[in-house]
């Protein structure tokens, strides 16, 4: 029973991490001006404004390998297959969030830094979940 309850809570958070970061990086490159334009505005009083260009794509493969890698690993751990890809998509989901986290900050969106820590949570769960190796 308790392997079936650890597998569960693998598969939950890998799966939870491919579907907001999946979401949030296919957003960002199917609305690439719209997402560009926010940034410029959102960050347009912060140190960060000269290279908003720059971090937004740096954001966007992140997200990217986070959702992908998280989607992979999913699959894997469906199907029987181990937890590698899982766990490597959970370091970039906590990389992402990192990046994420100290954007907003900067920007002065506390209330959206917020709102990260909760993310932040989740995805520490899920490399304990995924890092755990006892018996």
Known sequence: MEG???WFGRLAVTAFF???????????WLDRAGNLAFLREHFAASPLRALVPFLFWTITVLESLAGGLCGLGALQLLVGLGSGLALLGMVFAVVSLLCLFF?????????GAAVLASYMA???LGLILLGFRGG
């Open 4 to 6: 079936w309850v650890l």
């Open 18 to 28: 491919a579907t907001a970061f999946g979401q949030s990086a296919a957003d960002k």
């Open 103 to 111: 954007g907003q900050r900067l920007a002065k969106d506390y209330a």
């Open 122 to 124: 989740v995805a520490l």
